[in-house]
């Protein structure tokens, strides 16, 4: 039962321009949403989350939207840069103290 | 500020062979710990959290156990490694914040066991 999904397993856009990750969930149950990126062989980076009660939140050029009555949330990413190219994985939780159900990533590569 | 460790950073084990992955946090007090583990291609799956000394919930029954002898430090385990046990183990933590408790968790750098 996969109840976060990235549906997309890569995506390549030029340098400058924007990318946008898309994840859907299915438990109704989770309150709080995350994204992470990931280097091979190194451990998740946190890198920005948002929770049920807004719709929006935005860090430098990362932002995360959420659509709850779809289930749906994005980041993005604007400029895109070469540096983060990378696999981004979004996440959820139900609890605090619990620990976060993850989606199976998304290759995001950004060409000069 | 505060920093997690894992080790060791690579193992390469035989099947029927015990197991066991260390992590430690500094830094911090009381902290939340997990363990996942992300198989090939696959996004990371949780395996075990802690909210304290001794306490454990295990989210997948599977042949691995989890410990926490002391606050900051969280060990994996098991007896007998099946090849399916191959993967990249990853440690968490997440801290307590009072009542603004935060949802964010910190990953460590990692163990790639290989099961043969």
Excluded at chain 2, 23 to 30: A, H, L, M
Aim: charged share 15%; glycine share 8%; net charge neutral.
């Amino acid at each position: 039962d996969q109840q976060v999904k990235q549906n997309s397993p890569s995506l390549s856009v030029q340098e400058g321009r924007i990318s946008i990750l898309n994840c859907d969930y299915t438990n109704s149950m989770f309150d709080y949403f995350l994204w992470y990126k990931k280097y091979p062989a190194e451990g998740p980076t946190f890198l920005i989350s948002i929770s049920s009660i807004k719709d929006k939140n935005e860090d430098g050029r990362f932002t995360v939207f959420l659509n709850k009555s779809a289930k749906h949330l994005s980041l993005h990413i604007v400029p895109s840069q070469p540096g983060d190219s990378a696999v981004y994985f979004c996440a959820a939780s139900a609890a605090f103290f619990m620990g976060l159900t993850f989606g199976e990533g998304t290759q995001l590569t950004v060409n000069p | 500020s505060q920093t997690i460790h894992q080790w060791p950073a690579t193992l390469v084990q035989p099947v029927g062979s015990p197991l066991s992955l260390e992590c430690t946090v500094e830094g911090t007090s009381n902290p939340n710990l997990y363990w996942y583990r992300q198989a090939a291609g696959r996004g990371l799956q949780l395996l075990f959290y802690s909210v304290g000394i001794g306490q454990i919930s295990s989210e997948v029954p599977q042949n691995l156990s989890a410990s926490r002898p002391q606050d900051r430090q969280f060990i994996l385990s098991s007896k007998k490694l099946l090849l399916s046990d191959s993967g990249f183990y990853l440690c968490a933590w997440r801290p307590l914040r009072g009542t603004a408790s935060s949802y964010e968790q910190y990953f460590g750098p990692g163990t790639r066991l290989t099961v043969t």
